[in-house]
Every structure is written in structure tokens, then in C-alpha cells.
């Protein structure tokens, strides 16, 4: 059988690197890999259907699957997760000391959809009492002057987001002091280059993730890897295939984790952080498959409801080529 020459589109992780350099093969495939930012792939995936596979945002999946028109099937493969408590900046000169202070305020955001806008907002809500409706989204670039959102959302109607003013990009706003403060999963730049007013909601972000991870077991999944639907209806073998060539692929970055002789990764403490991470989330904390993760896809899922974006609850069940929630085993 000669193998399917696909193009692949994801991060630059040293979870899939072993795929990049061929180190895993995929069973079936010939990859032809793209290293590309969450913005463009995601772009170019949903808007026009670009890859054979591809690193998709859970949000804007989520939404193609409720509204009934995914383009893409996704398997259980999550490539970007993260804790969002690092996402919520702030002027530190506005009186914003902890989330309830965000009530009334202008926050700005990149797109509404983003998965880790989902998972921040459904945070401020249910753990602290700050509803969606609560604050005035501003919607702009954050570095280039507009942005539109990847797939059209139709919100709520307490729901309040207005453009950006034509020109600006939030980045230049949250440090005039034209907005209070801004979410999404980039820092904005005038935060990293150090705005004397410009810090994080929560200053101790790891103390805050570890604290939310010991009361929820949650480690929220930002994006997942998709297929081309009718690739996977010709070839049913080959989301089977993703899963396993990409848990291999972790399983090598990982392996390289643990060889302590000279660290693989360019930051210091890099034992010490992998074995708090351990001691807190267990052996595997950055686990693929559907059983481990039924809880927090759930819990995303409620959020995105919730939030009005999909227009339907989706359910786990939905989301995930049937071939993928079992697999063998010796």
C-alpha cells in the first residue's frame, strides 16, 4: 500500500517533534508537515479548509460541531493545554485587586471565541461570581489594527463587545489606559516589556492554577488535532493511526523530560517544575484519550454553552471519531 501524502499543520512542540524529524512514523501516512502560530493555521483550517490534518481550537471546533457543518473529525489528541490563570492582565493602577473588581470594567480580547477566553470566562463565573455580561469587551488586533473572528459567533444579548477604534490595537489601549485590561493567550507585549501598569489579575498564577487544578482535577485543553472528515470516511483507519503516532511522539518529549543529565529545554528548575507538576497532576499530566479527559472536555463544553456559542450543548460523544475513545491493548 503506498502511503498517503497529507499535509499536517501544528505547532513547533516537543511533543510532536518526533513526527517533524521522522523519528515516529505515522502508520499509513507521509506527512507533510507546516509549523505554523495558532492564528494562522487556525484561520486557514476553519475559513477555508486548508490542511488534510490539523491543530484545531476546541472553541471554534466546538461551534462547527453544534451548528452541524465540521469540515473536520477530531481525534484525542491535545496538543496545547494550559492553565489561564496566566491570561488576565490588568491596569494595576485601577483599583483591580481581585476578579469581582473586573465587574464593570473594559477588558479587551482578540476574538471571543478563543479557547482560553472559554475557559476564563467560565472561571470568573463560577468560581468568583463575575458573569460574561458583568464587563465590556473590547475586540480588536492585538498588535495589528483588527481582527475578525475566525467563525461568525452570535452572543447573547447582555453580552456587550464593541470594535476597537478604527487604528488602534489593544496592545497600544491597555497601555494608554483606553481599557482596564485584557484576556486572551498571548501577553500582550506592553506586559512583557514591563509597563510599569501593566501586571497579572493573578500575580501568583501558579499558586492560583494549582490551587483551581486540587479542587477541580482540571487541566484545561485548548486545542485538539482534526482530520479531514471525508479523508476519514475514505480511510478509516487513519484517526486511529493520528492517535497513536502522536502519543508516541509525547511519549519520546517526555522520555527526553526525564534525562536529567543535561536538560532538553532552554529554563532553568526544569527537574524541579516537572516534579511539582508530577507530585500535583500524577505520572502523566499532559495525558491524550477521551476517558481521562472526560471531565474537563465536559466541563468545557457546559462553559461553551453557557457563553452562547454553541448553540446546542455538544457533548463529549460528539466531538470524536468513533474509532478513537478505545483502543487496544496486550
Known sequence: MTNLSLSLAMGNYDRTRAIVDGTVKIDGVDPVPMLLSPEEMFFRAFRHQAFDISELSLSSYSISVARGDPHYVAVPVFLSRAFRHTSVYIRTDRGIDRPEDLKGRKIGIAEYQLSAN??????????FGVKPSDIEWVRGGMDTPGRPEKIKVDLPDDVRVTLAPEGSTLNQMLADGEIDGFIGPRW?????????????????????AEGYFRETQIFPIMHVLGVRRSLAEEHPWLPGALVKGFTQSKAAAQEALNDTSAT?????????????????????PWSYGVAPNTHVLDKFLQY?????????????????HPSTYEAYSL
Open 118 to 127: 472559554v475557559w476564563v470566562r467560565g472561571i470568573l463565573e463560577e468560581h
Open 188 to 208: 500582550p507585549r506592553c506586559f512583557s516589556e514591563g509597563h510599569p501598569h501593566v501586571g497579572r489579575l493573578f500575580s501568583d498564577s501558579i499558586g492560583a
Open 264 to 284: 532538553k529545554v532552554t529554563m532553568p528548575f526544569v527537574e524541579d517544575t516537572l516534579n511539582r507538576a508530577r507530585a500535583l497532576m500524577g505520572p502523566d
Open 304 to 320: 461553551h454553552h453557557d457563553q452562547g456559542l454553541s448553540p446546542q450543548r455538544v457533548s463529549v460523544e460528539d466531538l470524536f
